[in-house]
T-cell receptor, first 114, second 115 residues
């Protein structure tokens, strides 16, 4: 499943399929980007980050892609599992390289179908 | 290692009152950030503290303030509460050390309801 374009608020994906969540950021000077997962009743949980000197970074079952030309960020989740159902946020850091001032996207609700 | 803790978890106040929320970061973390989360506005940055100093501030009115203590614990205060201040207030901590940003760990939040 894929949230196509700038942003779709919801994404429904079949268990076992790959998920792609898209995000547009606002500041071309931002140099640090993060994806968070938020489950109901909990605070956001760090998934993966990427700095502006990279265009791809891989973690466990997740990959983040950064396209600075069009200010676009995406999160790919391989072999989506029921536990991946959550709201996913992208965030860009508007401040310097050592301090935080995160600006969050609107979030995409991912629902995994059994 | 204990995570970020926030107290209280739930709070109900009336308009015009003030409120103080508390955040204890992960041991050894010196940077604490605060965020407001609402269905309409999403997650919005309030401020960040490091070594008792405010390093960054978001676009919130002066009714929102914070501070950090020498043990890195942080409090935020909202005075003259308005209905629109009803939200989940999240605290996040990180090491905050020079050399680049590190992962921020979020607490469970304080759910504030203003009546």
């Amino acid at each position: 499943g894929e949230s196509v374009g700038l942003h779709l608020p919801t994404l429904s994906v079949q268990e076992g399929d790959n998920s792609i969540i898209n995000c547009a950021y606002s500041n071309s000077a931002s140099d640090y980007f993060i994806w968070y997962k938020q489950e109901s009743g909990k605070g956001p949980q760090f998934i993966i980050d990427i700095r502006s000197n990279m265009d791809k970074r891989q973690g466990q079952r997740v990959t983040v892609l950064l396209n600075k030309t069009v200010k676009h960020l995406s999160l790919q989740i391989a072999a989506t599992q029921p536990g991946d159902s959550a709201v996913y946020f992208c965030a860009e850091n508007l401040s310097g390289s050592n301090d935080y001032k995160l600006s969050f996207g609107a979030g995409t609700t991912v629902t995994v179908r059994a | 290692k204990a995570g970020v803790t926030q107290t209280p978890r739930y709070l109900i106040k009336t308009r015009g009152q003030q409120v103080t929320l508390s955040c204890s970061p992960i041991s050894g973390h010196r940077s604490v950030s605060w965020y407001q989360q609402t269905p309409g506005q999403g997650l919005q940055f309030l401020f960040e503290y490091f070594s008792e100093t405010q390093r960054n501030k978001g676009n919130f009115p002066g009714r929102f303030s914070g501070r950090q203590f020498s043990n890195s614990r942080s409090e935020m205060n909202v005075s003259t509460l308005e209905l629109g201040d009803s939200a989940l207030y999240l605290c996040a901590s990180s090491t905050g050390l020079a050399g680049g940003l590190s992962e921020q760990f979020f607490g469970p939040g304080t759910r504030l309801t203003v009546l």
